[in-house]
């Protein structure tokens, strides 16, 4: 079994028997998101790709807001819940199925909000970072936006019993190079549904006009 296949069927396995308030990543209130968010004119017109959708309830708030969506997952499992969720308001979602560090072949609208919450830290390997880094970059409108949220350098080694790649701001810069400008940032904690504390930092980069 290759790595990405075996990388799907524990994400398939977990999302198949976890119920999505038991998952340590689980928040009911995407709020520290859409403080970010509310720094960009106009974010509501945009398009978003949401890098590891997940069952997240951030794909919910956004659809109220009538956003354009285009939801990726390594799971199927994941993406399915998130359709079963929202019955007919699937039908205006775009949705991938893919390992994010490998290059996206499907045809997309261009992005103008990538969000990132706690999926770039799974990738471990320099390929697979460079991979992700290069689609963000290959689909992302001149003046978009990208946004993390990920594992501090003080925050938790392992999740979903994997090893996690943990960032600073300035590591997240130096991946998006000189081309992104860094409009905002913060720590903040987050206290998971086992009421576990995980640092998380949070980051807002705009990619500069050619």
């Known amino acids: 079994m290759d790595k ?82 929202l019955g007919k308001q699937a039908k205006e979602i775009i949705y991938l199925c893919q390992d994010i560090s490998k290059p996206i072949e499907t045809t997309i609208p261009t992005i103008d909000i990538w969000i990132d919450r706690a999926v770039l830290h799974f990738l471990i390997e320099e390929k697979n970072i460079q991979g992700y880094f290069d689609n963000l970059k290959t689909h992302l409108a001149p003046e978009g936006y990208a946004l993390f949220a990920e594992f501090s350098q003080i925050g938790a080694k392992k999740c979903a019993n994997l090893p996690v790649h943990r960032y600073s701001i300035e590591e997240l810069s130096g991946r998006l190079g000189a081309s992104f400008k860094l409009l905002s940032s913060f720590d903040h904690t987050f206290i998971n549904p086992h009421n576990e504390e995980r640092a998380y930092i949070y980051a807002l980069f705009q990619q500069l006009e050619d």
């Open 4 to 85: 990405s296949k075996s990388i799907r069927k524990h994400w398939d396995s977990i999302f198949s028997k976890t119920e999505d308030l038991m998952m340590g990543w689980y928040e009911q209130d995407p709020k520290e998101t859409f403080r970010l968010l509310n720094q960009i004119q106009h974010w509501q017109d945009s398009t978003f790709f949401i890098s590891g959708a997940g069952t997240s309830v951030l794909v919910d708030e956004l659809l109220i807001k009538k956003t354009k969506l285009i939801l990726n997952d390594i799971s199927n499992e994941a993406l399915a819940t998130v359709k079963q969720r």
